[in-house]
């Protein structure tokens, strides 16, 4: 099992100096109680190996937090030496990674940042926001960031650190297990060219995907699994996928007025394109919410 982990990693541009110290207050009341360890590169002393210093410091990090702003996207120390172990850990450890936008910028075309929630919507910014606002996000993410570290903690003290385990957490209490789930796609499996005709939305930010499972395990052990899935491929590109990202699960209860009100509601196929966050959803039929129509296109 996996060790627990308190510490915050903080990666920044210098030029946004004052809002680390900002974000340090909003900390202190939580690191004071040694719930959590704020850790940046002010912490890196002279003569210390600063390349060492980060990957010990990523070691013992639960989450991230990137303080987004057009001079933090331009620095190459950040983007060679920052980002990729801090995508990695997010990738094998669980780490979170926490953007905050601080000035307007080009987070939204960075894929690989923003497949991650902005504490923040990039549309309003931290310093287009007035004082009371701008508190606000602080308190915000701290109290997030305070939960994502014990959430990490909790997580690993039950043995949840493989991969297969945290899926088991979030997929079988939906779909009951795999031939259950796929039990739920009867049309596409019995058959995948109906597929064909299904509607397809594009919608921004979607960034909640744990409650998702991919369609490989919910069609695992069906024998026609790969010709499902290049069918939904197949369709999602046709209405401008480009073909990156996960292909998920979404599932919709019979109360949401979505199709034929049943006991088993609706099954979506849904992907969010990494390089810009899009997300492309693909339904056997019309979805009527107004929020999603908004966004057509």
Known sequence: MQQKRDQVFVSYSHADSDHLQRL????????????????SDTKIKAGQQWRKEIEAALSRAAVAILLISADFLASDFVADNELP???????????????????????????????FQAINDPIRPLISLDEAQREQVWVNLAQITKEAIDKFNA?????????????????????GGPFEGAAMLGEEISNPSAIDDYYVYRYEHIDILDFMPLATKVLQGVKNSKRIIEAVERRLKKDG???????????????????????????????????????????????????LLEQQW
């Open 155 to 175: 997580a690993y003290s039950s043995s949840i650190d493989d991969e297969s385990q945290q899926f088991s957490v979030s997929f079988v209490p939906l779909f």
């Open 24 to 39: 340090k207050v909003h900390l202190r009341p939580f690191e004071r109680q040694s719930l959590l360890d704020v850790w």
């Open 85 to 115: 172990p801090l995508l990695e850990a997010a990738q094998s450890d669980g780490v979170k990674i926490l953007p905050v936008i601080l000035k307007p910028c080009a987070f939204t075309s960075v894929g690989s940042l923003s497949q």
């Open 241 to 291: 996928w480009e073909g990156d990202g996960d292909l998920q699960i979404l599932w919709l209860p019979p109360f949401v007025g979505a199709g034929v009100q049943d006991t088993y509601g609706v099954t979506i196929w849904f992907v969010k394109q990494g390089n810009n966050g899009t997300s492309f959803l693909a339904s056997p039929v019309v979805l009527p919410f107004t929020r």
